[in-house]
């Protein structure tokens, strides 16, 4: 097997963001893109010689291509052995969990997520290391400097590879393994859940479900499991076959571009629990008969009621959320005595809280929950979890959301995105709120008096490592609180995240309108930020 060193030259724009690198599909075509990003990765790790190396992806536009141009460059890596999803297929949190069974040196995931697909869609790449979560900063910032350098690239001459059969073949001495890439994953779901419960419910008729797989890549992970081993009637999962542009839409769970399932739940006889999932299938959606969770209450409940599943019988070390994420869970932490971390956006920074022990489950307001069963968030395994509850406590969503809230008061959330905005009118927002913080300590906008403002700053409790401006944060009096950041995920201008949130005990106001329940906050927020009158939008892009 000769190995070809090629000459290429650097790309100025191969920052990851807060998850992977993300662009344009014509982005990843020009000449040696991706191979600079993925020898520059190489260049990073410490590859010892005959390690495995993990790939997948959620099946978009360019997954299959991508795939076989990393094989044929870990063969030229001294990769030893490569375990490659059927079809390309591995949903993020099934790629971590390999990794991590198989002790991998770690993984490519090939996805941008919950963004679309297509030849003129998105594209995206992540290094997950060897504990089978995303690369932590420290890493990434080693891989973006190494591509601003890089000036040649290590690459085998091989045919492609048959990667739709399982079974092994080699690369010169690289041996390359075709593996289900559901089997691994469900193996582990069997034992965090109580399976035979939910059989029981689904058999009865007790339980019944919608699961909308947005034409992603949790369809196959979804028929196996709810379908043929819980066996939820056929026809429950939908939209289960995974397509490159995952049929024109937005992979994305939420009210908007899930309205299919929100139709289905908020009308006629809907079933008990209903939910979707992302591109990548790390994301969760859940809705019960005429009622939806928000994320943040997910996680919260999930922590309240963790204790009941097989898998968190023991209870739980701790809990984490990202300091966006809704404070729900907050107060159940403190209810029970453990500890609450609050980290910057994206799951790379739940990492050293879980390998260090300290935390058993975490989550994200923007559809993100998972635990210390790999080091991703799981998209399916929320959905496990619910219906391990729902099966077990015997009620129906609602009545668990309105007990929670009940015990707990309720926190209402939303978040405001403003896509597609100006890069330099995104900074100018950016820049005049950074610009108040000195002077919001103390003032007050109507009943809410601002007690904090700060552009959030983060030093990992584990090893100490440090990041800086993470996203605005202002707190009021009422334990009220609006936060502003900008998202790094996507690929076209930029996108203004405002994130609001007011606490309720009353039980008697825990059935008002999100919206309406936050109106002054939303009003506050425009005075601070000024997004419309900047941008001349009149509406959020989407409202979550
Ligand atoms: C968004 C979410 C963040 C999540 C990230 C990756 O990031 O807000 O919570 O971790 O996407 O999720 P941003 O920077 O656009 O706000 V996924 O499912 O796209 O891997
Ligand atoms: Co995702």
Same mark, same amino acid.
């Given at each position: 097997m000769a190995v070809e060193i090629r000459k290429t030259t650097p790309y100025p724009d191969q920052k990851p963001g807060t998850s992977g690198l993300r662009k344009k599909v014509k982005v990843f075509l020009q000449g040696n893109y991706l191979e600079n990003f993925v020898q520059s990765v190489f260049d990073t &790790?410490?590859? *010892? %010689?005959?390690a495995t190396l993990v790939v997948g992806g959620d099946?978009?536009?360019f997954n299959r291509q991508a795939i076989q141009i990393i094989l044929r460059m870990a063969a030229a890596n001294g990769v030893g052995r490569v375990l490659v999803g059927r079809g390309g297929l591995l949903s993020t949190p099934a790629a971590s969990c390999v990794i991590r069974k198989h002790r991998a040196l770690g993984g490519f995931v090939l996805s941008a997520s919950h963004n679309p697909g297509g030849p003129e869609e998105d594209f995206g790449i992540k290094f997950n290391v060897a504990n089978g979560g995303p690369a932590p900063e420290s890493f990434t910032d080693r891989v973006y400097q190494r591509s601003r350098v890089i000036d040649a690239y290590r690459i085998v001459s091989a045919p %492609?590879? +048959?990667? +739709?059969?399982?079974g092994r073949s080699r690369i010169g001495d690289m041996e390359i393994e075709v593996i289900d890439p559901v089997a691994d994953y469900a193996e582990l779901m069997e034992h965090l859940f109580d399976f035979g419960l939910i059989r029981s419910g689904f058999r009865s008729g007790a339980l019944t479900l919608r699961f909308d797989?947005?034409? #992603? !890549?949790t369809g196959p992970y979804a028929k196996r499991i709810?379908?043929? =081993?819980?066996? *939820? #009637?056929?026809?429950? !999962?939908? /939209? #289960?076959v995974p397509l490159e542009d995952f049929g024109?839409?937005?992979? +994305?769970? /939420?009210l908007v571009h899930a309205r299919e399932l929100a139709a289905v739940m908020y009308c006629?006889? $809907? $079933?008990?629990l209903g939910a979707a999932s992302d591109g990548d299938g790390d994301r969760n959606m859940i809705m019960g008969a005429n009622c939806f969770v928000t994320p943040s209450d997910s996680l919260a409940i999930l922590a309240a009621n963790a204790h009941l599943v097989p898998g968190y019988k023991d209870g739980l070390r701790g809990v984490a959320r990202s300091m $966006? @994420?809704?404070? #729900?869970v907050d107060r159940v932490a403190a209810a029970m005595g453990i500890e609450c971390y609050e980290t910057p @956006?994206?799951?790379?920074?739940f990492g050293n809280l879980l390998d260090a022990r300290r935390i058993t489950l975490c989550g994200e307001e923007s559809f993100g929950t998972g635990s210390d069963h790999v080091r991703e968030k799981d998209g399916l395994w929320a959905v496990l979890f619910w219906l391990n509850l729902i099966a077990l406590r015997k009620q129906s969503v609602a009545a668990i959301v309105a007990d929670h809230w009940r015990r707990f008061?309720? %926190?209402y959330y939303s978040r405001h995105d403003y896509e597609g905005i100006e890069v330099p009118v995104a900074e100018g927002i950016m820049g005049r709120l950074q610009d108040l913080l000195a002077e919001l300590?103390?003032?007050?906008f109507g009943d809410y008096r601002v007690t904090l403002a700060d552009d959030f700053r983060y030093v990992d $409790? &584990? %090893?100490g490592s440090v990041s800086e401006h993470q996203g605005i944060r202002i707190a009021f009096d009422n334990s009220s609180r609006i936060v502003f950041r900008l998202s790094g995920?996507? =690929?076209e201008g930029a996108t203004l995240r405002v994130y609001m949130e007011r606490y309720e005990r009353d039980p008697n106001l825990h059935n008002l309108p999100t919206q309406e329940a936050l109106a002054d906050l939303i009003a506050i927020a425009e005075d601070l930020c000024q997004v419309k009158k900047r941008t001349g939008m009149a509406q959020p892009s989407v409202m979550t």
């Open positions: &790790v410490e590859t *010892a %010689d005959g099946g978009r536009y %492609d590879l +048959d990667i +739709d059969t399982p797989a947005m034409h #992603a !890549v709810l379908e043929e =081993t819980l066996s *939820a #009637a056929p026809g429950s !999962v939908v /939209n #289960a024109g839409g937005h992979p +994305d769970p /939420n006629g006889r $809907p $079933p008990t $966006p @994420t809704g404070r #729900a @956006t994206g799951w790379k920074f008061g309720r %926190d300590p103390g003032r007050a $409790p &584990v %090893d995920t996507g =690929t």
